[in-house]
């Protein structure tokens, strides 16, 4: 079975960091890519960060590269998402999911979601 699962969210003031988690339960994570996806009510999901399966290649969306940074540690089975100097637009669930090999930004790509994470962000 497998299973991602977010953690790392919160509430946090304007300007703070956080830094979520996802943890696979995965047999073959090593060879798929990762990505963080984020949703607001009444709105579409979008990709925010992608790694591809070998960690060499990375994804952002353009107006969050400077506070955005993705990893992975395969030894681990887990990818972060290092958000620094958060704003109160950032707030939404935050979701991990998993592509073969290389990221996509199409929601329809990705094979497996988590749950997702919460992130508030007040000023």
């Known amino acids: 079975q497998v299973q991602l699962v977010e953690s790392g969210g919160g509430v946090v003031r304007a300007g703070g960091s956080l830094r979520l988690s996802c943890a696979a339960s995965?047999?073959?994570?090593?060879?798929?890519?990762m990505g963080w996806f984020r949703q607001t009510p009444g709105k579409e999901r979008e990709l925010v960060a992608a790694i591809n399966w070998s960690g060499d290649n990375t994804y952002y969306k353009d107006s969050l590269k400077d506070r955005f940074i993705i990893s992975r540690w395969n030894a681990e089975s887990t990818v972060y998402l290092q958000i620094d100097n958060l704003q109160p637009e950032d707030t939404a669930v935050y979701y991990c999911?998993?592509?073969?090999?290389?990221?996509?930004?199409?929601?329809?790509?990705?094979?497996?979601w988590g749950q997702g994470t919460q992130v508030t962000v007040v000023s």
């Open positions: 995965f047999r073959f994570f090593v060879n798929y890519a």
């Open positions: 999911a998993a592509k073969l090999y290389n990221w996509g930004t199409a929601i329809k790509e990705y094979e497996y």
